[in-house]
């Protein structure tokens, strides 16, 4: 069955029954989204000289970051981080950082822009300066892209497709990795969900204000629930953590023992988001049925 975008040119195409490379139902990639100073930038210019907005997204690479990284190396588990461009051009040395320790290092636009507020050249203009800014550092064009603000339209997922990424992680349709076959091309779509980002627990800001500060107790119970689930129904965990949200040591002090609990079961594949993706591929090419 194919479930049709409303604008008639995206296709979603579920892959039945997909399972890890060694039959896994529950499959992790853990996502996260270094917005730095480029967040409280994208939602009003203004916040360029608000110094105070400025550290607390600094805060998640200045701060966070490291002990973020030190995390994923005790638990041996992989990452993905999405950069926007600008805050890659600000901490080049974390970006090293991060790749130098294999993690993937993907995109998420330039300033963190919406993209369903601009054309289809502002969008090239952005998703090109972005690729540029990530291949600088660490040698490689990223292979995929999540939407900063889920602002994502047709011409959005067929600029992917030009641009030769394999992956999308900005939409919701399904519980697992599904196709879009776009009059561009196709792509990998790594399906994310409001229930796995953190903003929607602690998001906050001091420019232009408000927000949320729930206890990390709240958190853990939200995602173990989601991922005991998606251990007896199927799905693909994958989270959207900011770095200045869930890396203050209160929260961060949650993960590890969320995640602890995580590794303790062992039908359960932990990858990068690009490793899901290109093995997502795979399966398709091996099943032309999924295509038909």
Known sequence: ???INP????????????????????IVSIGWHVDGES???????????????????????????PRILDMHRSLDIPGSFFFPGYVADLHPDAVEAIAAEGHEIAHHGYLHENCFFLDKEAQRDVFLKGIAALERITGKAPVGWS?????????????????????????????????????AGSLIEL??????????????????????????????QIWK????????????FTTTFHPNL?????RLNMLYRLFEYMKS???????????????????VTANTNIMN
């Open 265 to 283: 079961f062992d039908d359960v594949w932990w990858a990068t988001c690009e490793d899901v993706a290109q093995y997502s591929r795979s399966q």
């Open 7 to 26: 604008t008639a040119t995206v296709k979603s195409i579920p892959m039945p029954d997909f399972r890890g490379p060694q039959g896994q139902k529950c």
């Open 225 to 236: 629930e989601e991922f005991d689930g998606m251990r007896r129904f199927g799905g693909f």
């Open 147 to 183: 939407a900063p603000t889920w602002g994502v339209k047709p011409d959005t997922l067929e600029l992917l497709c030009e641009l030769g990424m394999i992956y999308d992680c900005s939409l919701m349709e399904y519980d697992m990795p599904y196709l879009l076959s776009t009059p």
């Open 246 to 250: 869930m890396g203050r040591p209160g």
């Open 39 to 65: 967040g409280a930038i994208a939602s009003d210019p203004r916040a360029v000289n608000h110094l105070t907005a400025l550290s607390e997204g600094a805060y998640g690479v200045s701060a966070a970051l």
């Open 191 to 220: 399906p994310i969900s409001m229930v796995l980002d953190d903003w929607q627990i602690f998001g906050a800001s001091p420019f232009p204000g408000g927000g949320v500060n729930a206890t990390a107790e709240t958190a853990f």
């Open 1 to 3: 069955m194919q479930t």
